[in-house]
């Protein structure tokens, strides 16, 4: 298996615009999660999914951002309208959605609004 | 509400030094507990889980229930074991929590030569 991939892995843009990130878990995996990594705050879970199905999205930051998963194996957060302070590398990640089961992460997205 | 603290946001040792990253937790169930490793500009990745007890690149950790512990160590560290070191706990195979992790805050561990 490949893992879980993400696209793109980088992505610069101006501030404004609308960013979409990609996810594909890998394969048979039931839960997937969204994270945003920053020097000032950490791993920062935003959102996570369950059999399709948003479980909790309480850790996203604003209505700018929203995530979706039409099917189980593709995922998407986007940011509309971008800021500058959303810049942060953004992490994906999935699991078979038990607790003694570990996540496995991608490469991770690094995003520059500028 | 389950708590992970890593105390130490910096840790600097010598090569061929111990090492010990701390990790804390506060849960009232059985935990599950994993150690991640994020090596500069990777991604995260699975260092090893309490239920496993094995030891992996020479890390151990052992769940101590008393002190609500899981420390990570190594008896002799070398410079490729710098990277962030990340302790999650999950809440278990049973409930709901449908695989979530909660993390700590993170040990940047550099190891010098």
């Known amino acids: 298996d490949a893992g879980v991939i993400q696209s793109p892995r980088h992505e610069v843009t101006e501030m404004g615009q609308e960013v979409t990130l990609r996810c594909k878990p890998i394969?048979?995996?039931?839960?997937l999660f969204w994270y945003r990594q920053t020097m000032m705050r950490g791993l920062e879970l935003l959102i996570y999914?369950?059999?399709?199905?948003?479980?909790?999205d309480s850790g996203m930051p604003e209505d700018r951002f929203s995530a979706k998963m039409p099917n189980a194996s593709f995922s998407t957060l986007k940011i509309q309208p971008s800021e500058p302070r959303d810049s942060a590398v953004y992490f994906c990640?999935?699991?078979f959605g038990k607790g003694n089961q570990p996540q496995h992460f991608g490469d991770g997205t690094r995003l520059s609004i500028l | 509400a389950q708590r992970v603290t890593q105390p130490e946001k910096l840790l600097s040792v010598f090569k061929g030094a111990p090492v010990e990253l701390k990790c804390n937790y506060s849960y009232s169930g059985s935990p599950e507990l994993f150690w991640y490793v994020q090596y500069s500009r990777q991604r995260l990745q699975l260092l090893l889980r309490?239920?496993s007890r094995e030891s992996i690149k020479g890390f151990t950790a052992d769940l101590n229930k008393g002190e609500t512990s899981f420390h990570l160590k190594k008896p002799f560290a070398q410079e490729e074991d710098s990277a962030m070191y990340y302790c999650a706990l999950s809440g278990g195979k049973g409930g709901t929590s449908y695989g979530k992790l909660t993390f700590g805050q993170g040990t940047i561990l550099t190891v010098h030569p």
């Open positions: 309490h239920i």
């Open positions: 999914f369950n059999n399709n199905v948003p479980i909790d």
């Open positions: 990640a999935s699991s």
């Open positions: 394969s048979g995996h039931n839960s």
